[in-house]
């Protein structure tokens, strides 16, 4: 039996009130709601959630529905049979025929899933990408472009159809709200039992994050895709998440994010996440880095080496002969390499508000500096991967601290891991972005081809450099059904 539990002081002071002799009434009043709502979050970051429910719902007799309503997670209550007599154990994560669809360069890119969003200045750019997609994936590629409700959706077909002879039948435009372009975060392609397709989307964005209007709904989804379509149990970005057919890898800073919202240890969060996801996860990081602050609702540090994974990592799957797993990873290291290059490129170092010769100074050593920090993340990164029978390859990485980067008149990042794995004409293949740095878009090449792979350029350096200022790229706007 559970007697004091560290933690939860600050919600039972609120407990004295005597408006709250009955919980219930408590929800008429918006700012009690509030105030008990931020004590609970806090509590739940330090406590665990079984701690939390059976001190509110068994000692203190506060309903499950007064529980929920002010933030404690009671359905996943379920997972603790004995949560009632105060016991985390057993832990019964239970079971979901859903499994992630199956992806690498050797698949079939099936359907993709774009968003054209209100986000400002970003149309003209999703539209090139989707007439770029149209023109250099396999043809046996389907499209569907989510777009806001009440758009002109005969007007923008007819607009894909000056794309591409072919896009009446591959490219069709949906009806539902989003606000940015990066269809990869808010919904991740699913199959279930019997091989029918299913749109996993996160539990939700967090409220005082840029991606909050983001979310899809369930039903209106379901309306626009024609698929049935799930919500997780677990707060996620499709960004943070990177698999094959046979193992998923989550940065750690999602298991840091789901331990302190929900009140779960890390180990449970994984394990609830290899059943919704239907195959192994591991964990790439540094936990010690992953901090999440309650108050803030967002990360006071992080483990990572960039703030998703799908920037520094991309799973290709089995490939070649063997059939032995593969992945690319960011060489920050290799970047450095290519330095003068960028620097000799004077649309990239001139209109700051310092001389070119001043910013290519101060450009260059931001390179190293963030380089030395991303460095270490990376190899370890790269030592998981390797721990779990992948064959890594490394490609050139060149980054500016986002925290220090006073140069954002222009894209200075470069990195070819956020690409999109799929077959090309019956071959292994990645598609990516340019940089326009010849030489640094020629090693990224070679480094793919000796990975065993097609390297296949998709779109131009602009298209490349707007997403990038917006810390995106081509997977994180290209989502699978």
Sequence with gaps: MVRSIRGLDEILRFASIPALAEPERMLESADLVQRVGAAIRR?????????????LAERRRWPLPTLGALGVPVDLLDCFPNWRRGSKTPFAPGSSDLRLAPSGAARPLGTLRLQLSPMPGTIPYALRLLRDLLRRVDRTTRFI??????????????????????????VRFVPLRTVSVFAQDNARAARDARGTAVLLVPRSFRATGARADDEIDPSAAERAFGIPVQRSRLYWEGGNVVHDDDQ??????????????????????????????????????RAEGARYDADADRFSSSGQASFHIDLDVAMLGRIGRARSPRALVADAARGLDFVDDVLAKRGLVAGHFLPASDIRRHVRAEYEAYAATRHPLLLEYAATLGDHGYRVVGVPDLRVDPDMDVFRRVNLDFGYCNVLPGSRNGRPAVHHFVSGIRALDADASRRMRIAGVDSVPVSTPDVASALMLLFGGLHCCCGTI
């Design 248 to 285: 998923c890898f989550v940065g750690v800073d999602t298991i840091a994010e789901n331990a302190a919202r929900l009140g779960l240890a890390r180990k449970e969060v994984i394990a609830l996440l290899e059943v919704e996801f239907g195959m192994p996860v591991a964990v790439l990081g």
């Design 145 to 170: 472009v989510v777009v806001e409700p009440g758009a002109d959706v005969d007007a923008l077909a007819k607009i894909a159809g000056r794309f591409d002879p072919g896009a009446q039948t591959r």
């Design 43 to 55: 509590t739940l970051s330090t406590t665990h959630l079984v701690d939390v429910a059976w001190e």
